[in-house]
């Protein structure tokens, strides 16, 4: 099946630590997403990527770096730098056409302590 | 810059009755237009887009959504909540432009009581 997966589900970090977040697709998609949620917030976009190799931060961007070596990987992480990175973490894909839809996985809760 | 507004948090709704979530976006032409919908610790599924053409749009689940350029809204409905509808709703702004991201109203949250 046709997909985007996100691993770990769960992830305890300690205050200070980095931390990476995966996401894989196979659906053969250019665009890939990553948008952190926060009870009331909505979904705010951190970085965004239309090809390999090339990234665009989007609007809170300040603390997480991204790569994309590989079209089917954009994985995220949050380094020390995030001041409040407890979130849940959503990654998405889309063929990078106007009005596509995004794919989104099932997400990566993360906890600091 | 484009945003998205939903203007209501949290709606409660009882099982069997109708449902409309609002949404109002501001772009300066015709944007994409999508409702998503989230369960709780899930990712988002789509519920139903809008590019062009018919403004009134069906969804999976029953649902529609109706684009009405004049009020510059997209709102949700449905003729009749079942209570497995209790999810969070988004809506979401495309622009006609490659090489953007989707934007996402705060959402509301959906209860149906029985």
């Known amino acids: 099946d046709g997909g985007i997966t996100q691993s770990p589900k769960y992830l305890f970090r300690k205050e200070g630590q980095n931390v990476t977040l995966s996401c894989e697709q196979n659906l053969n998609h250019d665009a890939m997403y990553w948008y952190r949620q926060d009870p009331g917030q909505g979904l705010r976009l951190i970085y965004y990527s239309q090809i390999v190799n090339d990234f665009q931060k989007g609007d809170i961007a300040e603390g997480y770096s991204v790569s994309r070596e590989k079209k089917e990987s954009f994985p995220l992480t949050v380094t020390s730098a995030q001041k409040n990175p407890t979130a849940f973490y959503l990654c998405?894909?889309?063929?990078?056409?106007?009005?596509?839809?995004?794919?989104f996985g099932q997400g990566t809760r993360l906890t600091v302590v | 810059a484009q945003s998205v507004t939903q203007p209501d948090i949290h709606i409660t709704v009882s099982e069997g009755a109708s449902l409309e979530l609002r949404c109002n976006y501001s772009?300066?032409?015709?944007?994409?237009l999508f409702w998503y919908v989230q369960s709780p610790g899930q990712g988002l599924q789509l519920l139903l887009k809008y590019f062009s053409g018919d403004t009134l749009v069906q969804g999976i689940k029953g649902f529609e959504a109706e684009f009405k350029r004049s009020q510059s809204s997209f709102n949700l409905r449905k003729p009749s909540v079942h209570w497995s509808d209790a999810a969070e709703y988004f809506c979401?702004?495309?622009?006609?432009?490659?090489?953007?991201?989707?934007?996402f109203g705060k959402g509301t949250t959906l209860s149906v009581s029985s």
């Open positions: 979401a702004v495309g622009v006609r432009q490659a090489g953007t991201a989707l934007i």
């Open positions: 772009y300066g032409a015709t944007p994409y």
């Open positions: 998405a894909s889309s063929q990078d056409t106007p009005g596509t839809e995004a794919f």
